[in-house]
């Protein structure tokens, strides 16, 4: 059986010990030479030494700018993200009065066109249809062993929906639009059915499983699900809807798409390219990122009480980025982004209607705090790391702040933003299968020494 870590605690001193010796090795044989990826002109991380993604492959589903060229040369501008060659903010402006957003851009996504009004309708009945998690599964999957962080939970249970699938490694396109259909609407079930299954068995909450309700949106569904009273406002609907629209994609180079583009290139099937998907959106430095914005300024509000203090808080983000505080990494969470320069564009769609939200719920004078972070982080980042670039917040900054005025737990933030992304994941795999490419398979270069093998007796023993 494997060791795990309540076992190892008690491991008696001997083995205790040996098991220390064996995570050292591992951590010293496991160091590179920092100067020998610059000496083989290794693009660590599949970037540049400006920090440019390195091009890997080519898509027709969104483009995403932060630059643009004046007299042949580059210079930073405004952000601005299109899915199909439509412009996000323009999509969103067109909804206005509608709700569907999510549904349409996911449709847009899938098929690369705006869908007609004939189009969307059949379009949301098709998906109306797919709303559903069988008893037995709820049951025997999602209510066994479940977990604090909601993302392994949906990991599981996508993998395990293979197994309820009766043709699931078909990866032509007809099986695997339907696979992707279904999962867009039944990922939205797993994971609020996941947190309360959570919620029950370890603290002995109420457990709600509401079903999702014919001729409401996935947005508004969401709500329904995770109110416990199963009521929301239109705002909150529209707010969400939009959110789930600003999440749903954002290129082929992000982590997580760029691991679907990988895996879904070797053959798989489209439970276990969604899943490693999703194990790749879970990390901190991904979908996470959001949760760790929501630490850092309950940090910033127990350290500085006084939300109106400008010179309090500047004098706080300092200590951030000197190291000083918070949790001493020397970043401001949800500030910078690798293509964006001088806004996000989804960024400044999320902070509109969260200003719109925190009128509606009395929040105003959090909102001020954080425009007034944002603002002065932009400036200290600049002034204190030597920019010559301008810094802007990125869509992390505001979302937390959003799902909290929504009513949507902590645990459900990146699951949140994995219920959006499958609309993307999803149209790349199908990309990914159209073009029929060949398997990624990058290099990595040997530097270590190679070396003559000896024999157990020739290895000498250690005292």
């Given at each position: 059986?494997?060791?795990?870590?309540?076992?190892?605690?008690?491991?008696?001193?001997?083995?205790?010990?040996?098991?220390?010796d064996?995570?050292?090795?591992?951590?010293?044989?496991?160091?590179?030479?920092?100067?020998?990826?610059?000496?083989?002109?290794?693009?660590?991380?599949l970037?540049?030494?400006?920090?440019?993604?390195?091009?890997?492959?080519?898509?027709?589903?969104?483009?995403?700018?932060g630059?643009?060229?004046?007299?042949?040369?580059?210079?930073?501008?405004?952000?601005?993200?299109?899915?199909?060659?439509?412009?996000?903010?323009?999509?969103?402006?067109?909804?206005?009065?509608?709700k569907?957003?999510?549904?349409?851009?996911?449709?847009?996504?899938?098929?690369?066109e705006?869908p007609?009004?004939?189009?969307?309708?059949?379009?949301?009945?098709?998906?109306?249809?797919?709303?559903?998690?069988?008893?037995?599964?709820?049951?025997?999957?999602?209510?066994?062993?479940?977990?604090?962080?909601i993302?392994?939970?949906?990991?599981?249970?996508?993998?395990?929906?293979?197994?309820?699938?009766?043709?699931?490694?078909?990866?032509?396109?007809?099986?695997?639009?339907?696979?992707?259909?279904?999962?867009?609407?039944?990922?939205?079930?797993?994971?609020?059915?996941?947190?309360?299954?959570?919620?029950?068995?370890?603290?002995?909450?109420?457990?709600?499983?509401?079903?999702?309700?014919?001729?409401?949106?996935?947005?508004?569904?969401?709500?329904?699900?995770?109110?416990?009273?199963?009521?929301?406002?239109?705002?909150?609907?529209?707010?969400?809807?939009?959110?789930?629209?600003?999440?749903?994609?954002?290129?082929?180079?992000?982590?997580?798409?760029?691991?679907?583009?990988?895996?879904?290139?070797?053959?798989?099937?489209?439970?276990?390219?969604?899943?490693?998907?999703?194990?790749?959106?879970?990390?901190?430095?991904?979908?996470?990122?959001?949760?760790?914005?929501?630490?850092?300024?309950?940090?910033?509000?127990?350290?500085?009480?006084?939300?109106?203090?400008?010179?309090?808080?500047?004098?706080?983000?300092?200590?951030?980025?000197?190291?000083?505080?918070?949790d001493?990494?020397?970043?401001?969470?949800?500030?910078?982004?690798?293509?964006?320069?001088?806004?996000?564009?989804?960024?400044?769609?999320?902070?509109?209607?969260?200003?719109?939200?925190?009128?509606?719920?009395?929040?105003?004078d959090?909102?001020?705090?954080?425009?007034?972070?944002?603002?002065?982080?932009?400036?200290?980042?600049?002034?204190?790391?030597?920019?010559?670039?301008?810094?802007?917040?990125?869509v992390?900054?505001?979302?937390?702040?959003?799902?909290?005025?929504?009513?949507?737990?902590?645990?459900?933030?990146?699951?949140?933003?994995?219920?959006?992304?499958?609309?993307?994941?999803?149209?790349?795999?199908?990309?990914?299968?159209?073009?029929?490419?060949?398997?990624?398979?990058?290099?990595?270069?040997?530097?270590?020494?190679?070396?003559?093998?000896?024999?157990?007796?020739?290895?000498?023993?250690?005292?």
């Amino acid at each position: 059986m494997a060791i795990d870590s309540k076992s190892m605690m008690e491991l008696d001193g001997t083995l205790n010990e040996q098991f220390d010796d064996l995570v050292k090795y591992c951590m010293t044989s496991g160091e590179i030479n920092l100067d020998l990826y610059t000496e083989y002109d290794v693009k660590r991380g599949l970037r540049d030494a400006n920090g440019n993604g390195v091009l890997t492959g080519l898509t027709e589903i969104a483009d995403v700018t932060g630059t643009r060229i004046e007299d042949g040369v580059k210079v930073p501008a405004e952000g601005r993200l299109y899915y199909q060659g439509y412009n996000v903010l323009e999509m969103i402006k067109g909804n206005e009065n509608r709700k569907f957003a999510f549904e349409e851009a996911t449709y847009l996504l899938l098929f690369g066109e705006l869908p007609t009004e004939k189009q969307l309708k059949s379009f949301i009945e098709i998906l109306t249809s797919l709303q559903e998690i069988s008893g037995a599964f709820l049951r025997d999957v999602i209510m066994k062993a479940p977990s604090g962080n909601i993302m392994n939970a949906l990991q599981k249970s996508i993998l395990t929906l293979y197994s309820y699938d009766e043709n699931p490694d078909d990866t032509s396109i007809a099986n695997v639009l339907r696979q992707s259909l279904q999962l867009i609407c039944k990922v939205p079930l797993i994971s609020v059915y996941a947190y309360y299954a959570y919620r029950h068995f370890q603290f002995d909450e109420s457990l709600v499983i509401r079903t999702p309700e014919k001729g409401l949106s996935i947005a508004e569904n969401l709500l329904r699900m995770i109110h416990l009273d199963g009521t929301f406002t239109e705002l909150e609907a529209r707010v969400l809807d939009i959110a789930l629209v600003i999440h749903a994609e954002h290129g082929g180079g992000n982590n997580s798409t760029f691991t679907n583009h990988v895996v879904t290139s070797s053959g798989t099937d489209t439970y276990s390219a969604v899943a490693a998907s999703i194990a790749s959106l879970k990390g901190p430095k991904h979908g996470g990122a959001n949760l760790k914005v929501q630490q850092m300024f309950d940090d910033i509000k127990a350290h500085c009480p006084d939300w109106k203090n400008l010179d309090e808080i500047r004098a706080y983000l300092i200590k951030i980025l000197d190291k000083e505080a918070f949790d001493k990494s020397g970043l401001i969470y949800g500030m910078g982004h690798a293509v964006y320069t001088e806004s996000d564009p989804r960024q400044v769609i999320l902070k509109e209607y969260a200003e719109k939200l925190a009128k509606e719920k009395g929040k105003m004078d959090e909102f001020e705090l954080y425009s007034n972070v944002e603002r002065i982080s932009a400036e200290l980042l600049k002034e204190k790391r030597r920019l010559f670039k301008p810094v802007c917040a990125n869509v992390d900054f505001y979302s937390g702040f959003v799902y909290t005025m929504l009513g949507i737990p902590t645990e459900l933030f990146t699951p949140i933003f994995a219920i959006s992304r499958m609309s993307g994941w999803s149209a790349h795999r199908l990309e990914e299968i159209c073009n029929n490419g060949k398997i990624i398979r990058p290099a990595y270069k040997f530097v270590g020494v190679h070396k003559e093998y000896a024999n157990m007796e020739e290895r000498g023993w250690d005292e």
